[in-house]
């Protein structure tokens, strides 16, 4: 794939790969992100196609999946996660908490999400999103429950000490 262009000082982007199909999110003539895409079949950045165009708010994230595109946008403080076919067709939008701050990962497993979401009055948590239900369920196998140090006895004799602290 020839790249020079995409790394210049005035361009920047994020590679994902999925399938047969790398996707990017290039701030090229879009200063708040677009999504391309570039068949590997044919692996030429200028034939990329633009799938999500730049909108009001900055992309800040993408995460694909195995039919659907995740794109995580900055609204001046808050996050959203909206969700696009990969033809770039509006699919909705993922539910988050009021005035929240998210991050996500693909699930490896098809078309979920996994985020994290965190707003002023709820401590973060890890949630999956299904895009067959549209709905999201909390995952509290992610919380902290206790925190294990590991601390060496004496400098140099190879004996280790154990201490865990348990949180209510």
């Known amino acids: ?13 994020k590679l994902f790969l999925e399938g047969h199909t790398l996707y990017l999110l290039s701030r090229n ?5 677009k999504v391309l895409r570039v068949p590997l079949g044919k692996p030429v950045l200028a034939n990329a196609e633009t799938v999500v165009p730049q909108s009001e708010p900055r992309s ?11 794109v995580i946008d900055s609204m001046g403080g808050p996050s959203r996660v909206r969700v696009f076919d990969q033809k770039g067709h509006a699919k909705g939008v993922v539910p988050t908490l009021p005035a929240s701050a998210c991050t996500a990962q693909s699930s490896p497993h098809g078309d979920n999400l996994i985020y994290n979401n965190v707003s002023y009055l709820t401590p973060g948590a ?8 549209a709905r999201q369920r909390a995952r509290h196998c992610f919380r902290l429950h206790r925190l294990i140090s590991v601390t060496r006895k004496s400098h140099g004799s190879g004996q280790y000490r154990r201490t865990a602290q348990r949180f209510p």
């Not at 999956?128 to 239900?133: I, K, M, V």
């Open 1 to 13: 794939m020839d790249t020079s262009d995409a790394f210049s000082s005035k361009r920047s982007a």
């Open 29 to 33: 003539n879009a200063p708040r992100g």
């Open 60 to 70: 800040k994230r993408l995460r694909p999946s195995k039919t659907l595109l995740y």
């Open 126 to 133: 890890w949630y999956r999103y299904d895009p067959a239900t």
